[in-house]
């Protein structure tokens, strides 16, 4: 039986809002059983608790932001990812800005303090969402987001620029958890933009803590880092890690396949949002007793087994 997980220990970053720029702090604390993930703006009083779900996403704009009221937690996917990735149920996040630290643009920092904080195993059963029917949904610029039915996780996304100067940017990653792991793929590929792009967004004062050491940077279809790209296809693959953050919305692990064509955060919350308006769609498992179904989510749950 696989069982909710939680942090062995506290353990705390700093780093620098995307957007604001400004330094912002964050706290990793352990929970309960059946808490699932919490943020807590810690800078407010009194403070302002928002649970990582679905009904509490507000703009998505760039990137997925938690709200409650007024109250705004911004850019909370790459850590929510990395929550996934490693099969995180039960944590409460403290945080002392409106928005995520950005680190290094990838999920990869925030693995790397969930392990330093320990894994610690509970004693409940995991649950999972199991997909049984198709759901989708399109959006008026050609983008469609959907889930069906899989034995096991698969994300598929397919990043399509139709400009002349981006297309040869473009394309197609298939990611089977069955076959391989979060660690091994997904986690160390970086958010990106173009630098026509960041201009405008700076004039606006947004971006303003962005750089070449949180984003891969492209101008005319060339990757200006100096160190050029991790892999061939991460710009998609950041994508798929966005997705699998936006996905965790949902509260637990998926069972089944996600395809996202020219899609981005406002699709996937759409979608999620359908979903759970479609209760015939889906159904909350538990890992209780034999089913051999876990076996195939087992590498997204436990990447260090792959």
């Known amino acids: 039986m696989l069982v909710q997980r939680t942090l062995t220990n506290p353990i705390k970053a700093t780093g620098i809002g995307v957007h604001s720029g400004r330094k912002i702090t964050i706290n990793l604390l352990p929970a309960k059983e059946d808490q699932g993930i919490i943020f807590k703006r810690v800078d407010l009083k009194p403070h302002v608790e928002i649970k990582a779900v679905v009904e509490n996403v507000g703009p998505t704009t760039l990137a997925t932001t938690l709200k409650s009221g007024d109250i705004e937690i911004a850019t909370v996917e790459h850590l929510m990812s990395a929550f996934a990735g490693l099969g995180i149920d039960n944590v409460t996040v403290e945080i002392n800005d409106k928005e995520v630290p950005i680190m290094d643009g990838s999920a990869s920092p925030f693995v790397f303090l969930i392990q330093s904080a320990g894994i610690k195993e509970q ?138 064509y020219k899609s981005g955060h406002t699709q996937n919350n759409l979608l999620l949002r359908k979903l759970i308006e479609v209760p015939e769609s889906w159904e909350l498992i538990s890992s209780e007793g034999d089913n051999p179904i876990i076996d195939y989510i087992e590498p997204i749950i436990d990447p260090s087994l792959g």
């Open 123 to 260: 004693t409940k059963p995991k649950k999972f969402i199991k997909i049984k029917k198709e759901v989708s949904i399109f959006t008026d610029n050609g983008a469609y987001a959907k889930l069906s039915p899989y034995d096991g996780f698969k994300v598929t996304h397919s990043l399509v620029y139709d400009d002349e100067v981006r297309k040869g940017l473009s394309r197609t990653t298939t990611i089977d958890f069955n076959s391989t792991t979060y660690l091994k793929e997904i986690s160390r590929s970086r958010t990106y933009g173009f630098m026509e792009d960041l201009e405008a967004a700076k004039k606006n004062s947004l971006s303003l803590g962005a750089s070449q050491k949180n984003a891969i940077a492209i101008k005319d279809n060339e990757i200006l880092n100096e160190d050029g790209l991790r892999s061939k296809d991460e710009l998609v693959k950041h994508k798929i890690l966005d997705v699998i953050g936006d996905l965790y919305l949902l509260q637990h692990n998926l069972i089944g396949e996600f395809e996202g």
